[in-house]
Every structure is written in structure tokens, then in C-alpha cells.
């Protein structure tokens, strides 16, 4: 899992996001904190994806809009096939909230 967070840890989303990454041991949890309109202050972190290994391979569950809970989930067999389903899901959760505030002109 030390190579998901390395792999995006800190990357920025072509929206401006700073993406962080959470390894808690037995998952990893992708987010970025969203500084617009649609900030949460209690929790600013928009959630994008939690990935976990399983015997299967990549389990991932994916967030959308407001949800506490995963809307989506899939298993990726591969690095390569989860990096290409993240990054497709990182930029479209990054388009769904918007730029921050802070980027906005």
C-alpha cells in the first residue's frame, strides 16, 4: 500500500487540488482538502477513493457528491488497471467539486 501513497501524495489535480493520502494500515484513503463553496468545516477533506488489498487483488470503493459512504466499488487485478481507474476517478471527483477558492479568478 506504501506505493499508492507514494504514488499520490501531493499531487495536484488539474483543478488545483493537493491530493492527500491516509495509509491506515489495512487501507489507504485518497482525499483533498476543498477550500470553496462547498466546504465542510468540520471535515474539509473531500473523499475521493478507499483502496484496500484483498486476495483479489485492489479492492476500491469510490465517493461521490456529499456521500459518508462509498458509492462505487471495484477490484483491480493489476497496479497499472488501479492507477488508471484512480486517476480517471481523482480528476472526475475533482471536476464534480470544482477548482478552490483560492485558484479561482
Partial sequence: MNEVVSHYEGKITTQGHRL?????????????EHRGRYRDDYDPLVKVAQVQWTTSGYRVDLFY?????PTESFVCASDREL??????????RAQEVGPPEDAQS
Fill in 65 to 69: 457528491l456529499d456521500a459518508e459512504e
Fill in 83 to 92: 492507477y488508471v481507474k484512480l486517476d480517471k476517478a481523482i480528476e472526475a
Fill in 20 to 32: 492527500q493520502v491516509t495509509n491506515h494500515g489495512d487501507d489507504v484513503v485518497i482525499a483533498f
